[in-house]
């Protein structure tokens, strides 16, 4: 869109301020300053529903709201700055930044290791200058890509971020849009990519006053969070023209490496050319221009890989998507949950259909949905799906927040951890499952209206019973519930914690040491599932080079045969050795072709042909 109907309040010269909102509903629009200077001025109409005021005396502080018919005045939809909240004036801001010379070239999205964190409960202080700090752990881990959660501005202090109201705002307590810049340059001098997790198919209930402003939102659609978006009904040019200027901000002035796109399936957009589909093709022209790459990643639940084709056969474009179905399988099967959407899990045989076609369910009949559900995405790359053992839904939404280092043992995770980063997929870890964190991770608000916060309470308790899930959730509006989410790193530092950090930090390494594990292509693996034994066998080759890797499930120890190709195959992976905290080792160091392993209970052994 034309730079000068960019919506917002953007500096255009020392002390001259360019005001442009978007309301095409209105006969007339007054900007009111509200300090340090005092004054109303009545704005231009321009085409196309927008408003304009240029504004000479005034530069970055200024507070400001708009007044539109004569009805009472509301903040900035494209606010930069709420200093009083989601209810008070907007400010401006101004956008410089001294950006050092960083010597930064992100990791290409084959190679990513991708860390998930929210930022009010990575550190003690809740700000990005504490992610910041501890930056140098997650380099030394092996972490190459921050997944941030969102940090629109949302009411109060305390949120997961999906009840943002400003989309261009960035949260205040968090250290605002200069906080979030200097991470980003703090992060690339460690060669960690930046990826933010934004949220295009709702927008938060408190502070939500863009109905005044224009048609934002659709009545032809629903959204289990509130009214959808409107990408392709009466007047919805300016709110695509809205969300792409986001989209251009975060890559442009903030210089992030990407996004991860809140539930795609419920951005509701039939028009010829999808909002995504022209998210993902502006930004591409953009990264020619600036000659740096931009990972759109996509969260999807839907099996559609409609998401991640090519816009020339009829996709999205986006670079890749999450893949909950590697979840579902694995936590079902290690857990013995068989409620909501696990009742489509629970078998040995679907974690290997997962980690061979991407998604358990292709078009077959999910008992959880009712219907069949899904499509066959092998025409897809493997570097297109993002996989995990956790995530902040996976864990939040269970009524008492309990990760899964509350829920299985120690032998369990270490299992779960080696499954997870030696598969042809791009990893993602949840903060603080590197080290088995036990503390739990809530859903948790700090509205000040009390019947919405009643209202969330009622909607969280049925939303657990319709997953079948039991237990008295926490209450997400005591504070309480956002003091027991926060980190206790000092547990990697001693025991079990300190044995699984090693452990991960091991894997990690292994995955990008070894070619077989580095080349993410699901076609040269070979799969042997063994029910009765409950073990998977994966192989895996790269030209040359050959792994093996066993994975027991089972509660019991076992013996196996295992058949090789001819050749001297040597360990080098076995979770059971006492240096990551195990009980140790029954198996060979090497072997020729043919072996019998005797493998622990809930144990991964690995063997490489040398």
Not at 31 to 39: A, D, E, I, N, S
Request: proline residues 6%; glycine residues 10%; charged residues 25%.
């Amino acid at each position: 869109m034309s730079t000068d109907l960019r919506p917002g309040a953007h500096l255009i010269a020392p002390a001259v301020v360019r005001f442009v909102v978007w309301a095409p509903h209105a006969r007339s629009v007054v900007l009111q300053l509200h300090g340090p200077v005092h004054r109303e001025l009545g704005m231009q109409p321009l085409d196309g529903g927008y408003f304009q005021a240029i504004v000479q005396g005034v530069g970055a502080g200024q507070r400001y709201l708009y007044r539109l018919d004569n009805h009472q005045p509301r903040p900035d939809p494209a606010s930069r700055c709420q200093p009083d909240g989601v209810h008070g004036p907007s400010a401006v801001v101004d956008p410089h930044f001294d950006w050092p010379d960083v010597a930064f070239k992100a990791p290409a999205l084959e190679e990513m290791i991708l860390y998930e964190l929210h930022v009010g409960t990575f550190s003690e202080s809740g700000t990005f200058e504490g992610v910041a700090s501890q930056l140098d752990r997650l380099k030394e881990l092996g972490v190459n890509a921050l997944e941030i959660m969102p940090v629109a501005q949302f009411p109060g202090q305390r949120n997961w971020g999906y009840d943002g109201v400003y989309p261009f705002c960035v949260q205040s307590t968090y250290g605002g849009p200069q906080g979030l810049k200097r991470l980003v340059v703090e992060a690339h001098r460690r060669g960690i990519a930046v990826l933010l997790d934004v949220v295009y198919n709702h927008l938060g209930p408190e502070g939500n006053y863009f109905r005044q402003f224009g048609p934002y939102f659709t009545d032809q659609y629903r959204t289990p969070w509130g009214d959808p978006l409107n990408f392709d009904g009466p007047g919805c040019d300016g709110v695509r023209d809205f969300v792409l200027e986001n989209v251009r901000m975060w890559q442009e002035e903030f210089r992030l490496d990407g996004l991860r796109l809140d539930a795609v399936p419920w951005i509701k957009d039939f028009s010829a050319r999808h909002i995504l589909a022209q998210i993902a093709e502006e930004c591409e022209m953009r990264s020619q221009q600036l000659g740096r790459s931009f990972t759109l990643i996509g969260e999807s639940d839907a099996n559609d890989p409609r998401v991640i084709r090519p816009r020339e056969r009829g996709g999205y474009g986006l670079h890749a998507q999450w893949s909950d179905d590697f979840h579902h399988a694995l936590h079902a099967y290690l857990t013995g949950e068989r409620s909501g959407y696990y009742a489509d899990h629970g078998s040995l045989d679907n974690i290997a259909r997962a980690l061979r076609d991407a998604y358990v369910l292709t078009g077959q009949y999910s008992h959880y949905r009712r219907r069949r559900y899904g499509a066959p995405a092998t025409d897809r790359e493997s570097r297109q799906f993002v996989i995990f053992t956790q995530n902040h839904d996976q864990v939040g939404n269970r009524p008492r927040g309990d990760r899964l280092s509350n829920l299985v043992d120690f032998e369990t995770l270490k299992l779960a951890a080696a499954l997870l980063l030696t598969a042809p997929y791009v990893p993602m870890l949840w903060m603080g499952e590197e080290y088995g964190e036990t503390n739990a991770f809530p859903f948790f608000i700090h509205h000040s209206d009390g019947g919405l916060i009643e209202r969330v309470r009622q909607g969280r308790r049925r939303e657990f019973a319709h997953l079948g899930l039991s237990g008295e959730p926490f209450d997400p509006a005591d504070e309480q519930s956002f003091r027991r989410a926060r980190l206790d790193v000092s547990k990697a530092n001693h025991g079990q914690g300190q044995a699984l950090y090693a452990w991960h930090r091991e894997l990690i390494a292994l995955r990008k040491q070894i070619p077989a594990l580095a080349t993410l292509c699901r076609r040269q693996m070979r799969f042997e599932v063994c029910e009765q034994s409950q073990v998977l066998t994966i192989r895996r080759h790269q030209g040359a080079d050959a792994v093996v890797l066993l994975f027991h499930f089972g509660q019991q120890p076992t013996d196996f045969s295992l058949q090789c190709e001819s050749g001297r195959w040597r360990r080098f992976l076995d979770s059971t050795e006492p240096r990551w905290g195990g009980p140790g080792s029954a198996s060979p160091h090497e072997f020729l072709d043919v072996v019998t392993l005797r493998l622990e209970r809930r144990s991964v052994v690995g063997y490489r042909r040398t």
